[in-house]
């Protein structure tokens, strides 16, 4: 019996590593207002190393439409305008030679419908997520039945993984939700 609830408080943390990967992945979305969580994940080269951008710089949002990336060394500029661009966030940088400036420009209605299909595809492939964990963890469950646990208990877990993986994915439909409005907010 331990070994069930072993697996089971398992497959909940594997459950809330989806549900955290998926709200990343929402962050990345950008929904019409500038956010410093827009450059999450943006790497600069720094000293031979790929560093965060938030670790070699302050980013703040003065207004709805800009975000301005101060770096700690003036030197390091051009790596920090180098790595926004060759990332994927569609954003052209200012450089003043003190900071960096990057102008969000309003989303048009194409580019909205677009975003709100990427925050679905992100959404199904956390739920695909979880339904693999449930997969995974039914498996396990199934290979205690040799180990003289009785089919109630197995069955009973089982039933368990499907709560937790319906109560998941009700929590992903959720953040879908919230993220299809804030971008479809103009």
């Known amino acids: 019996m331990e070994e069930i609830e072993f697996y089971l408080e398992e497959a909940r ?3 809330e590593k989806a549900i955290h990967h998926v709200n990343f992945s929402f ?3 950008r929904a019409g207002k500038a956010t410093p969580g827009m450059l999450d994940g943006i790497m600069v080269e720094y000293y031979g190393n790929l560093t965060p951008l938030n670790q070699v710089s302050s980013i703040n949002t003065p207004d709805a439409r800009s975000i301005v990336i101060k770096p700690w060394e003036k030197k390091i500029i ?3 305008e180098r790595a926004i661009i060759n990332s994927d966030i ?3 940088p200012q450089n003043d030679g003190e900071l960096i400036r990057l102008n969000v420009p309003p989303l048009s209605e194409e580019r909205r419908q677009q975003l709100v299909k990427q925050a679905k595809h992100e959404a199904e492939l956390g739920k695909v997520g979880i339904r693999t964990v449930r ?3 039914n498996i396990r469950l199934k290979h205690l039945l040799k180990e003289h646990v009785s089919e109630d208990a ?3 877990a089982e039933d368990e993984v499907q709560k937790l993986t319906d ?3 009700a929590k992903i439909d959720e953040m879908l939700v919230k993220k299809e409005k ?3 907010t103009v």
């Open 27 to 29: 962050s990345k979305i």
């Open 13 to 15: 943390e594997s459950m």
């Open 154 to 156: 197995v069955k009973k």
């Open 167 to 169: 109560e998941y994915c």
């Open 90 to 92: 569609g954003l052209n």
């Open 135 to 137: 997969k995974e963890t």
């Open 182 to 184: 804030d971008i479809l």
């Open 78 to 80: 051009p790596d920090i």
